[in-house]
């Protein structure tokens, strides 16, 4: 019992490690603080943690080269990100927003069934 109360205590820490880690706004906020940054409960920050590190890796590590399906371009003519759902697409928008404060929005591709992201 205790010895699972302490590895949940350590898998907090390390989500409230992770977060400041990668949102230098809140590296000098309390926990408490940083949980009514994010409007979460102490109970679900080590799953939002956990959500959070993938997004991050997903859009960090896997190359635009994964668009196969649409030939989408940016601005920069550079492919464009390609979610098979709009729910994929909404949570990467959020995660943008929290952790670059950019303001993105949501447009079906027209070439396919899925949806992109664009700053305009
Ligand atoms: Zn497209």
């Given at each position: 019992?205790?010895?699972?109360?302490?590895?949940l205590l350590t898998q907090e820490e390390e989500a409230?490690?992770?977060?400041?880690?990668?949102y230098p706004l809140i590296a000098n906020k309390s926990d408490a603080?940083?949980?009514?940054?994010?409007e979460l409960e102490r109970s679900e920050i080590v799953a939002f943690s956990k959500d959070f590190k993938n997004l991050y890796e997903e859009t960090k590590h896997h190359p635009l080269e994964q668009n196969t399906i649409c030939k989408c371009t940016d601005a920069?003519?550079?492919?464009?990100?390609?979610?098979?759902?709009?729910?994929e697409?909404?949570?990467?928008?959020?995660?943008?927003?929290?952790?670059?404060?950019?303001?993105?929005?949501i447009?079906?591709?027209?070439?396919?069934?899925?949806?992109?992201?664009?700053?305009?």
């Open positions: 019992m205790l010895k699972k109360l302490k590895s409230f490690a992770l977060l400041k880690n990668q603080e940083i949980l009514s940054y994010f920069n003519n550079q492919p464009k990100n390609l979610y098979n759902t709009r729910e697409a909404e949570k990467t928008r959020s995660f943008l927003k929290t952790s670059q404060n950019t303001t993105l929005t447009y079906h591709c027209p070439h396919t069934k899925g949806w992109h992201l664009s700053k305009g």
